[in-house]
């Protein structure tokens, strides 16, 4: 896919879903890191991401042990890296705010905001210090801070053990259905 038909489509999807309120985290401002990015993934992997959703994959115990099982059968796969960078989490603040797909932000909800990839895309994000995962599903657009990738709801930076670091190095993939 051409790089102006990308800029396209996530114009708008921009466009469709409004003013883009809420991405601001408290995260502390992490020190000048050499940008690390990994080529971020595009078209047909991203839309087989956002086909898996169904509303329980990235939320809840359950949701994860479904998910795990999912991979271990082979039903689905899980990409290479796509993108890597500092992730950051939502203040308490923006909790009921409207997210950039008309969500309400939960706090406890495994949700994040990525600038490009389509919303209900399944995240995996490992913390490449301490090698922690967590799963959650692409509901806003954000993070607007340069060198972040990503901004995670708080039960997800929990589960990451963001909350005491504040930003975190993170690699991220991508949950997709097995190919035929």
Known sequence: MGIAR??????????????VEG???????AAHHKKNRVKRTRGADAARATALDDGTLADGDAGGQRLSQALEDGELELTDAVDEGLVSYYHDSLAGNATANGERYRLAGATCAHKTLPFGTIVVIEDTETGKLATCR?????????GRVLDVSKRVARDLGLLDRGVIRARLR?????AA
């Open 138 to 146: 692409v509901n806003d657009r954000g993070p607007f801070v340069k």
């Open 23 to 29: 991405c601001a985290s408290t995260a502390p401002k």
């Open 6 to 19: 990308a800029l396209l489509i996530a114009l708008a999807v921009l466009v469709v879903a409004g003013t």
């Open 174 to 178: 991508l949950i997709l259905p097995a």
